[in-house]
């Protein structure tokens, strides 16, 4: 083998972080709009969240070349799903497809951490959130990303998720309002900028609600 093609990786990391929010009546999902490779950044207005059902949003981090395959996936699959059942797939069963894309490629993986955001048949929030291979678990809130390690610790001292492992088993949803919810994510993602190199420019909320769906574009240093 050459020596120039040793270390050559079909993967790269476009950094970036994600982070979801779920709450009574509405589900707060955000993601910043920059996107790097190793010290250089390629564009500051890239947006990481993709509409895959009228109630279900996806945001993801990490290989955006692997994250454009997925989602071209999902959309397919979810298009055969609506002309075989008239209608769209709920949020829960989305987040089943979506972990089952992730497995069956397991073995070459998408190398994309992705937050699933949305309101379940109920009308409840619900976010969804996964390793690069498809496991997955219903959590009050999630970030995913190179800022997720800066966002987390930040999100458990704020919103202390009760354990899965408590019975009977407690709602997965914040106790915040809608507008908390909202404020305490811009503070996560400023929080964030001011440490990750690859978090930064701006962040794109998109919150979905018995209303339907808004979004908000809220500027991040940009050094």
Sequence with gaps: MPKEHANWSPYDNNGGTCVAIA??????????TRMSTGYSILTRDYSKICKLADKSFMASSGF??????LQKVLASRHLIYQHQHNKQMSCPA?????????YYKRFFPYYAFNVLGGLDSEGKGCVFTYDAVGSYERVGYSAQGSGATLITPFLDNQLKSPSPLLLPAKDAVTPLSEAE?????????SSATERDIYT????????LNAHGVRSENEQLRKD
């Excluded at 955006?64 to 395959?69: G, I, M, R």
């Design 23 to 32: 709450g009574a009546d509405y589900c707060v999902i955000a993601a910043d």
């Design 181 to 189: 919810a909202i404020d305490l994510v811009k503070t996560c993602f």
């Design 94 to 102: 989305m987040a089943q497809l979506l972990s089952n894309t992730l």
């Design 64 to 69: 955006q070349a692997d994250v454009k395959a």
């Design 200 to 207: 930064g420019d701006s962040v794109e909320i998109v919150i």
